[in-house]
């Protein structure tokens, strides 16, 4: 049976810990959700693994419908989440809804789309039109040339209450999921305590209601520089099968992600 957001956010409520991975092809999708991941995201992260390119923002709208469209064919009961890429939700609210559309129609259940204030009145016309969103909130990497760098957020108290703020915002304007990224663990907790959640971290530490990682950063297959929050689960172990295994054991005993990789 197909797992639903209503299901993710029960899970969230009872204190389940929920897994996601990146995935970006049919067989990656059916291995992933053998291995027990809940929910698969079509990350615009394809631009740099996938790709080759220095940051996410060359990702075009067909990339990400092209593997929406694969990873849902190999996906059966996965939650499928498609991010949209740079330049196709910072635009008026209809143009937005077309295009997130165009990622619902690839085999989507949800679209995630970066930032906070800015983009209430999106979340709300999209979510009133039956269209689930997911925020992302922290290291919004679209944002990279804005931020001067891949850099922790939240640090300092303002920046802290302003993502907690928006983090209730986008949640009010409808958003059914957040993902937290690269912001110190105290926070996160204090997001996730203050939100329905579910709340998914990657560098946000342990106390998220769930847990995402690059497929490619934790196989270990990127080349590029890796962040402090990637756990490279090949290492111990060996094959691709029991490195999923091991992730979605750890984060469900919530043993991942540790403070080696928190902030
Ligand atoms: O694109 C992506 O892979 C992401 C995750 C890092 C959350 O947005």
Request: net charge neutral; charged share 20%; hydrophobic share 40%.
């Amino acid at each position: 049976m197909r797992i639903t957001l209503t299901a993710l956010q029960k899970m969230a409520h009872e204190g389940n810990r929920i897994t996601q991975l990146t995935c970006y092809d049919a067989s990656f999708a059916s291995l992933l959700e053998g291995a027990g991941v809940e929910t698969l995201l079509i990350g615009d992260s394809l631009g740099n693994v996938l790709q080759g390119h220095e940051s996410t923002l060359p990702v075009r709208l067909r990339d990400i419908v092209y593997h929406t469209e694969c990873v849902a064919r190999g996906a059966k009961r996965a939650f499928i989440i498609g991010d949209m890429p740079f330049g196709t939700f910072q635009v008026s609210p209809q143009d937005t809804f077309r295009n997130a559309a165009e990622i619902m129609a690839a085999g989507a259940h949800m679209v995630k789309l970066e930032g906070g204030r800015p983009m209430l009145e999106t979340v709300r016309f999209l979510t009133d039109r039956g269209i689930p969103v997911c925020g992302h909130l922290g290291l919004t990497p679209q944002s990279v040339n804005q931020m001067g760098g891949y850099k922790v957020q939240g640090r300092q108290q303002s920046d802290a209450e302003r993502l907690l703020e928006e983090a209730q915002l986008l949640e009010e304007a409808g958003a059914g999921m957040i993902v937290l990224e690269a912001i110190p663990a105290a926070l996160a907790k204090q997001i996730t305590a203050a939100v329905r959640g579910p709340t998914i971290g990657i560098g946000a530490g342990v106390d998220c209601h769930g847990q995402v990682l690059v497929l490619h950063d934790m196989l270990d297959i990127y080349p590029g520089k890796k962040a402090k929050f990637v756990k490279n689960y090949m290492r111990p172990g060996g094959t691709i099968q029991a490195a999923v295994e091991l992730f979605v054991k750890e984060v469900k005993a919530k043993t991942f992600p540790g403070p080696e990789h928190s902030f």
